[in-house]
């Protein structure tokens, strides 16, 4: 054997530690490399979802508070219906002749294509006055206007043989 050969054998040896060593450290780089990779997408994920989200939470606050125009309805003519005398007030003798009057369809049944229900509350000189029943409906029982009451609870019917009336207190 050579004399030098057990040195380079020993280079040899240290160079592969060397080598070794280098590629352990490498690849443990390349690990934190694709950690932080990962963490980062994580992260970028995260945010993105939290910018959505905020967005689609002030889109349905800012559509749900954002005023809307409603098509320009014209306001029916108020009816002279002025009471002179102190509440409470009866039913007109001819409850129907006054719903048509104030420009209310009235049938022989109520109509179908639009119905909700609304509360009166009648305040003058600071206490209630009762709404009184039956109003906008024919005494014999054959005819309703489309907007009327059953009782003396102030609840207003309103069904309407057609849905794009408007349906304003003054009507009354």
Sequence with gaps: ????????????????????????????????EAKRRVERRRWLVTIAAIVAVSGVLI????????????????????????????????????????????????QPMEGTAKHFHSHLDAIVDGEPVVVPAN???????????????????GVLHVEAPTADKRYVSARW
Excluded: C, F, Y
């Design 1 to 32: 054997m050579p004399a030098g050969a057990p040195k380079k054998a020993q280079k040899r040896s240290t160079s592969k530690k060397l080598d070794a060593k280098r590629r352990a450290r490498e690849r443990a780089a390349a690990a934190r």
């Design 59 to 106: 889109g349905l606050t800012v559509w749900a508070v954002w005023p809307r125009e409603d098509p320009q309805v014209a306001l029916p003519k108020p009816v002279s219906g002025r009471q002179e005398e102190p509440p409470p007030w009866p039913v007109p003798v001819d409850p129907v002749a006054g719903a048509r009057r104030a420009g209310l369809d009235v």
């Design 135 to 153: 109003l906008g409906i024919d005494p014999s029982g054959n005819a309703m206007s489309e907007l009327h009451t059953h009782d003396e609870r």
